[in-house]
């Protein structure tokens, strides 16, 4: 390949240009691609979440109320546990439904983590049964219930590992950490309902499981505040100063500081109220994160959307654009090709080939040149030759001309020699004439001799001799002018 060459290196250009803007372009269509299903994955986790931590709601009073039913071995909680069962039961069926509906949109490993907490939860009237029965302890129904709670939160917590839209993965973050505060709270009232029915010491694996609940909600805490926006922190942040909050924390301190005494003087049904008020006011600050996240799922999945949609049809103009010039480069380069063409044939001599110009740009304006220079040269050509014929006709002319003036040279010279003749001829009588005048003197000596004699004879001599003499001069004059001839 000639890179010397024009046509080879603009060719090489617009494949360049092209190939950049098609690289850069594809990776604006894959990375709005991959926002617009993140953000549908979003959506669909968020709605799936919801129904979830509903469910995960209702399961955390019931793991309370439970508590609180074995602990008083059956003596209290036993209406407030059987409605509880039913919204847990109703809260089952609404997160069956929603996950069906989305669980095409799932990521694979929600799914999985979505059918082990639904198969764990299908055993939960046998759990039932034995709870009523006092055949589990206090611990072993806690222990199921967290299970069976963590297994949903497990779900939901796996998608925010998969997210790589930054706003989104720290909006998630933020949510999966009040969840899991929540969650943490939830177990709070479990661990200190069952101490506050047994009203005795608190035992020391008890104590140890509510030191570890509080430092994980404190924790967790913390991460929310870290991730959440500033409305988000300062959501929290009234929350936190509710009455229930207060009186749950006022509450907690008296647990802890009578556990190893008991007889804490708090009624478990007053601490359920009221842990379940601030978790319920939880339910609903979760239910805005929630909808927070689901309004920027949306945003972003519109964003995606539009980013896409302008990526691909940048993508067509591109390409577009890309086949037109490559078009009109092609004809462009046809033209000057022909042009040079012609320039060689031209250079060669050969001016019988024209150039057709077929456009009004530069190349335009090349081809006209090239045409108006054939057309100038062939004219110029033309020119030269009718002045050649006429040359060559005047030099015919000019050599008849000097044949005749060879003619008439030859004729003068003959005059010339013509006129010589006569002059001499002339000199010859002019001799002639001057020893006739000798003769003519002699003659009028002996003429004046007479003329003493005889005078009349004088006056005759003298006047015939007056008109020898003007006879004379006449003849030197025909002398002098065959002398200048």
């Given at each position: 390949?000639?890179?010397?060459?024009?046509?080879?290196?603009?060719?090489?250009?617009?494949?360049?240009?092209?190939?950049?803007?098609?690289?850069?372009?594809?990776?604006?269509?894959?990375?709005?691609?991959?926002?617009?299903?993140?953000?549908?994955?979003?959506?669909?986790?968020?709605e799936v979440a919801l129904a979830a931590s509903a469910l995960v709601h209702e399961l955390q009073k019931e793991r309370g109320l439970s508590a609180g039913f074995i602990g008083s071995r059956g003596q209290r909680f036993g209406d407030e546990l059987s409605r509880q069962q039913r919204d847990t039961d109703a809260r089952v069926v609404e997160l069956d439904r929603v996950y069906r509906e989305r669980a095409a949109e799932l990521p694979q490993d929600v799914v999985r983590g979505f059918n082990e907490s639904f198969a764990f939860v299908q055993g939960i009237d046998g759990r039932r049964g034995a709870i009523r029965a006092l055949e589990l302890s206090g611990a072993d129904s806690f222990d199921w219930f967290t299970r069976a709670i963590q297994g949903s939160?497990?779900?939901?917590?796996?998608?925010?590992?998969?997210?790589?839209?930054?706003?989104?993965?720290?909006?998630?973050?933020?949510?999966?950490?009040?969840?899991?505060?929540?969650?943490?709270?939830?177990?709070?009232?479990?661990?200190?309902?069952?101490?506050?029915?047994?009203?005795?010491?608190?035992?020391?694996?008890?104590?140890?499981?509510?030191?570890?609940?509080?430092?994980?909600?404190?924790?967790?805490?913390?991460?929310?505040?870290?991730?959440?926006?500033?409305?988000?922190?300062?959501?929290?942040?009234?929350?936190?100063?509710?009455?229930?909050?207060?009186?749950?924390?006022?509450?907690?301190?008296?647990?802890?500081?009578?556990?190893?005494?008991?007889?804490?003087?708090?009624?478990?049904?007053?601490?359920?109220?009221?842990?379940?008020?601030?978790?319920?006011?939880?339910?609903?600050?979760?239910?805005?994160?929630?909808?927070?996240?689901?309004?920027?799922?949306?945003?972003?999945?519109?964003?995606?959307?539009?980013?896409?949609?302008?990526?691909?049809?940048?993508?067509?103009?591109?390409?577009?654009?890309?086949?037109?010039?490559?078009?009109?480069?092609?004809?462009?380069?046809?033209?000057?090709?022909?042009?040079?063409?012609?320039?060689?044939?031209?250079?060669?001599?050969?001016?019988?080939?024209?150039?057709?110009?077929?456009?009004?740009?530069?190349?335009?304006?090349?081809?006209?040149?090239?045409?108006?220079?054939?057309?100038?040269?062939?004219?110029?050509?033309?020119?030269?030759?009718?002045?050649?014929?006429?040359?060559?006709?005047?030099?015919?002319?000019?050599?008849?001309?000097?044949?005749?003036?060879?003619?008439?040279?030859?004729?003068?010279?003959?005059?010339?020699?013509?006129?010589?003749?006569?002059?001499?001829?002339?000199?010859?009588?002019?001799?002639?004439?001057?020893?006739?005048?000798?003769?003519?003197?002699?003659?009028?000596?002996?003429?004046?001799?007479?003329?003493?004699?005889?005078?009349?004879?004088?006056?005759?001599?003298?006047?015939?001799?007056?008109?020898?003499?003007?006879?004379?001069?006449?003849?030197?004059?025909?002398?002098?002018?065959?002398?200048?001839?």
């Amino acid at each position: 390949m000639n890179f010397r060459s024009i046509r080879v290196r603009l060719l090489a250009m617009v494949t360049l240009l092209t190939v950049g803007f098609g690289i850069y372009l594809v990776r604006d269509i894959v990375f709005n691609y991959q926002a617009m299903r993140e953000s549908t994955r979003i959506t669909a986790v968020s709605e799936v979440a919801l129904a979830a931590s509903a469910l995960v709601h209702e399961l955390q009073k019931e793991r309370g109320l439970s508590a609180g039913f074995i602990g008083s071995r059956g003596q209290r909680f036993g209406d407030e546990l059987s409605r509880q069962q039913r919204d847990t039961d109703a809260r089952v069926v609404e997160l069956d439904r929603v996950y069906r509906e989305r669980a095409a949109e799932l990521p694979q490993d929600v799914v999985r983590g979505f059918n082990e907490s639904f198969a764990f939860v299908q055993g939960i009237d046998g759990r039932r049964g034995a709870i009523r029965a006092l055949e589990l302890s206090g611990a072993d129904s806690f222990d199921w219930f967290t299970r069976a709670i963590q297994g949903s939160l497990s779900a939901i917590s796996v998608v925010t590992a998969r997210l790589t839209q930054a706003d989104m993965m720290r909006r998630m973050s933020a949510y999966l950490s009040f969840l899991m505060a929540k969650e943490q709270a939830g177990r709070e009232r479990a661990t200190l309902n069952a101490a506050f029915a047994a009203d005795q010491p608190m035992p020391l694996p008890l104590y140890r499981r509510l030191s570890g609940i509080l430092a994980s909600q404190d924790a967790y805490l913390e991460s929310f505040r870290a991730m959440a926006a500033a409305d988000e922190i300062e959501g929290l942040s009234r929350l936190l100063e509710t009455a229930p909050a207060r009186d749950t924390e006022s509450m907690r301190n008296t647990a802890l500081e009578k556990a190893a005494s008991g007889g804490f003087g708090i009624a478990p049904a007053t601490w359920f109220s009221t842990i379940t008020a601030k978790i319920d006011a939880m339910k609903v600050f979760e239910d805005e994160l929630a909808a927070h996240t689901l309004s920027a799922a949306g945003a972003l999945q519109s964003r995606a959307q539009r980013g896409l949609a302008i990526a691909v049809a940048l993508t067509l103009l591109v390409a577009a654009v890309a086949s037109v010039f490559t078009w009109m480069l092609a004809r462009m380069l046809r033209d000057m090709h022909e042009v040079t063409d012609v320039a060689l044939r031209i250079a060669e001599g050969d001016l019988c080939h024209s150039v057709r110009v077929s456009r009004k740009d530069e190349v335009g304006e090349l081809q006209s040149a090239i045409s108006r220079t054939v057309t100038s040269l062939t004219q110029i050509i033309g020119e030269v030759r009718t002045a050649a014929d006429n040359l060559s006709n005047a030099a015919g002319q000019v050599s008849s001309t000097a044949q005749s003036l060879s003619q008439s040279s030859s004729e003068q010279a003959a005059s010339v020699e013509e006129t010589s003749a006569s002059m001499e001829q002339m000199s010859a009588s002019i001799a002639q004439n001057t020893e006739n005048a000798g003769v003519t003197d002699r003659i009028a000596a002996e003429a004046a001799e007479e003329a003493a004699q005889s005078g009349e004879a004088v006056v005759r001599t003298v006047t015939d001799m007056k008109r020898i003499a003007e006879k004379i001069g006449i003849i030197d004059d025909i002398a002098y002018q065959t002398n200048l001839l």
